[in-house]
């Protein structure tokens, strides 16, 4: 591939936890990959929140909720949820506690072919978390929003005045849909994170880009759980979706009911176990869909979203850089 290709949807890796030393990993995983960008997604934690939102009991009424789902899939990590909910509780504290990145110190990687995407804060009040976004400016593409760990629906008001700051950027807003990982895969804990309510903040936000992480079908007891309202939503004129950590069966489909015109790739590095991004590409590359189809989710898409960002100026500086530099 020789022209730009971008992973619209990557982490840091938890280790080392300097953000400069963590990105040199990511880097790597790019150069293997032949991936040029990379928008790079903070997550910040909210230990108050989630303490507000999750006890013992309410595990075991997520648990007798989802108990179909937990027989079929049989997950070794979920049995030991079911079996011991106060673990549970404990170890999801202790790893926000060990893991958790500030958005400013995360920033640092600005400025090259990482593009930082900052997230929300549930522990701090929407005017701290606008105060911090304005501290770091051009720095930053967007937020992310985790309605699962946040226990917030995208469609909140208090979050507008996020969206139209972004808005004023011309940044973008990633919202996670779907399950997630941990006690996020109980249905009752992942019910905010549906992209019926991404549709209902673009429609009430239209100078907002929205991106639908996921394509709405990350679940690892239910997959697909909640696609064909990612489809529904993918019609509104700024809403984009990505392709970061489902079956590539997902998005052959929705590349072929709604098009191509505003579907991302995204690998979800280092997220999912087994999977970097070379191998996000490949999956994407081996769809039986139109050529055209596959350079629009890696280059033509990403692309369009970045160059009218307030802050694309420096990144083509350090493309140009790079190819400059090259033999």
């Given amino acids: 591939m020789d022209s730009i290709v971008v992973d619209f949807h ?3 890796p938890w280790r080392p936890r300097d953000p400069l030393e963590a990105s040199r990993s990511l880097v790597k995983a790019m150069d293997d990959a032949g991936v040029t960008l990379a928008v790079v997604i903070n997550i910040e934690f909210g230990v ?7 006890s013992s009991r ?5 648990v007798a909720e989802a108990l179909d789902y937990l027989v079929v899939a049989r997950i ?6 079911v079996l011991e909910p106060d673990w549970a509780v404990e170890e999801h504290i202790r790893f926000m ?6 958005n400013l110190e995360f920033a640092k990687i600005a400025g090259g072919r990482l593009i930082p995407v900052a997230s929300f804060n549930p522990d701090q009040s929407v005017q701290e ?5 304005k501290a770091l400016g051009d720095a930053i593409l967007g937020v992310k929003v985790f309605p699962t760990l946040h226990f917030i629906r995208p469609d909140s008001e208090k979050l507008k005045p996020i969206y139209d700051y972004v808005a004023e950027v011309n940044g973008v807003i990633i919202v996670h849909t779907g399950c997630d990982p941990g006690i996020w895969e109980l249905p009752l804990f992942c019910s905010n994170a549906r992209p019926s309510y991404v549709a209902r903040a673009a429609r009430e936000n239209r100078d907002t880009r929205f991106i639908i992480a996921h394509l709405g079908a990350y679940s690892a007891l239910n997959p697909g759980i909640f696609f064909r309202e990612a489809l529904e939503a993918l019609t509104i004129d700024n809403v984009y979706a990505d392709t970061s950590a489902i079956d590539p069966y997902f998005v052959k489909r929705a590349v072929e009911e709604v098009g191509y015109d505003k579907i991302l790739f995204g690998s979800d590095y280092p997220m999912v176990q087994g999977l970097d991004i070379a191998s996000a590409l490949e999956d994407i590359m081996m769809l039986d869909i139109p050529r055209k189809a596959k350079r629009a ?6 692309l369009k979203l970045l160059k009218t960002w307030d802050g694309w100026r420096e990144v083509e500086g350090a493309l140009h850089m790079l190819t400059s530099s090259s033999p």
């Fill in 10 to 12: 990557a982490h840091l």
């Fill in 48 to 54: 108050k929140t989630f303490l507000d939102n999750v």
């Fill in 58 to 62: 309410r595990i075991i009424e997520a």
């Fill in 76 to 81: 070794p990590y979920m049995e030991k949820v």
């Fill in 97 to 102: 506690e060990e893991n958790h990145r500030g």
């Fill in 129 to 133: 978390n606008l105060e911090r976004l």
């Fill in 297 to 302: 989710m890696i280059t033509d898409n990403p």
